[in-house]
């Protein structure tokens, strides 16, 4: 039924749920996972910083962020089973999602309900809502208990 298996995180609890969740699903059809996260690109930097420092803010988001994805089987071992591959963008987490799902071979996007912060919620509305409406695949949207 499903062959490619897309999870967006932001390394929050309910996105690790959402990778639990999809080990699941990937282990009882043997497919792949992928594992996205897309480094939210905040144009005020570019304002802010000249392109050297700017650069290096940049490089060292990006290791932390390529830390954080090889950590993943630490903190979620159920990917220690599965065959995933982790993914990494920088840009608009909805946009680059969207762009993904339409470039890949994916059968389902897997989201979890929540991200790490309620206040940007408030302000430019929710990444799992706008990437449910507009997601061109079955979308699983994943809730902690």
Not at 32 to 44: D, F, K, P, Q
Request: overall charge neutral.
């Amino acid at each position: 039924m499903y062959k490619n298996i897309l999870v967006m995180t932001d390394f929050s609890q309910h996105s690790n749920h959402a990778i639990e969740v999809a080990c699941e699903i990937t282990a009882k059809f043997n497919c792949n996972l992928y594992i996205m996260h897309v480094a939210h690109i905040e144009s005020g930097f570019t304002i802010l910083l000249d392109d050297e420092d700017y650069e290096k803010i940049k490089n060292k988001m990006d290791k932390a962020i390529e830390k954080e994805l090889a950590s993943l089987p630490d903190t979620i071992p159920c990917l220690k089973g599965v065959n995933y591959a982790p993914i990494h963008r920088r840009g608009i987490p909805c946009e680059e999602g969207l762009k993904e799902v339409k470039s890949g071979n994916y059968d389902l996007l897997v989201l979890g309900s929540h991200g790490k912060s309620n206040v940007t919620t408030f302000f430019y509305g929710s990444t799992t809502a706008k990437l449910a409406r507009r997601s061109p695949i079955s979308t699983l949207i994943t809730r902690l208990k």
